[in-house]
């Protein structure tokens, strides 16, 4: 069984940083692009980070310079560093892997506030 479990949100102060984390298991880690979703309220799931089997990373406008993707593939794991955050960043965080259409795996969702 398949499971993505993501950690690391909360409330943080507008310019602050976190680290959001998520731990996988039940799959071959190593073959799967990875990426981070965020979803605000009344907003479409949006894609924010990935990271390809190859390492290779992309990010939208809207976060570039400002959020790193990262995996350890020893520990099963991808990051998000998240620094100089933002009230329009206050979102669901999800953090997906994708082998194919139908190896595509979700976690439950991190809850991060940028509020003063």
């Known amino acids: 069984q398949v499971q993505l479990v993501e950690s690391g949100g909360g409330l943080v102060q507008p310019g602050g940083s976190l680290r959001l984390s998520c731990a996988t298991s039940?799959?071959?880690?190593?073959?799967?692009?990875l990426a981070w979703y965020r979803q605000g309220p009344g907003n479409t799931r949006e894609l924010i980070a990935s990271?390809?089997?190859?390492?290779?990373?992309d990010y939208p406008d809207s976060v570039q310079g400002r959020f790193t993707i990262s995996r350890d593939n020893n520990k099963n794991a991808v990051y998000l560093q998240m620094n100089d955050l933002k009230p329009e960043d206050s979102a669901v965080y999800y953090c997906?892997?994708?082998?194919?259409?139908?190896?595509?795996?979700w976690g439950q969702g991190t809850q991060v506030t940028v509020s003063s």
């Open positions: 997906n892997a994708r082998l194919t259409t139908k190896r595509d795996y």
């Open positions: 039940g799959l071959i880690f190593g073959n799967y692009d």
């Open positions: 990271i390809s089997r190859g390492r290779n990373t």
